[in-house]
């Protein structure tokens, strides 16, 4: 092995991948929502979390939304939480265009877009950017619209319901 080679894998070990990927836990941050709450992604762990990269002039983005929608109506109740964050550049623009879509879900503008700390923090560099996060924390799907991320959601909400179930019931696995 050349000595350069020898530097590389020194190198590689070092590295940091940037990103966030399915099967790995997904990063916690901290945010002000549109109506000035502060949120952690970790204030949601037990929940199905979907988190949603987008803005209003991104006409896939707008596109995806009725099936956005569609899932909050259908299990919000049940424990689904979207974290729509906006690359949009002012809290007024969002705000206007949540409540004429009817976007009830928690709203967050992104400093700085797709060069600010979130979107760097996620490795978003195009929108839309979807994550669905699973109760334990743990990215599920990236990057899935339409029929695809309706189907991760019902996935993991079936799971997240037999699991209430089990604990209500008084069993654990293995019982």
């Known amino acids: 092995m050349s000595v350069g080679q020898r530097k590389l894998e020194r190198d590689i070990s070092n590295l940091k991948l940037i990103g966030v990927y399915v099967d790995n836990p997904a990063p916690d941050f901290e945010a002000a929502t549109l109506s000035g709450d502060k949120i952690k ?4 762990r037990g929940k199905v979390v979907l988190i949603d990269f987008w ?3 991104c006409a896939p983005c707008v596109a995806e939304l009725p099936n956005v929608k569609k899932l909050h109506e259908e299990y919000a ?5 979207i974290l729509s964050i906006s690359f ?4 007024k623009t969002v705000r206007r265009f949540a409540e004429r879509k009817g976007m ?3 709203q967050i503008r992104a400093e700085g877009a797709d060069k600010g700390p979130l979107a760097k923090l996620y490795g978003v560099a195009a ?5 669905v996060i699973a109760p334990d924390g743990k990215v599920v799907a990236k990057d ?13 909400m079936t799971k997240l319901k037999a699991g209430k179930d089990t ?6 696995e293995g019982d």
Not at 77 to 81: E, F, I, P, Y
Not at 88 to 91: C, E, L, V
């Open 55 to 57: 803005a209003t002039w």
């Open 77 to 81: 109740a049940d424990g689904l939480v």
């Open 167 to 172: 604990i209500a019931a008084g069993t654990t």
């Open 88 to 91: 949009d550049r002012d809290d």
């Open 127 to 131: 929108i839309p950017a979807t994550f």
């Open 144 to 156: 899935v619209t339409g029929a695809r991320l309706s189907k991760a959601i019902a996935a993991e």
């Open 104 to 106: 009830s879900w928690t």
């Open 41 to 44: 992604l970790s204030d949601y």
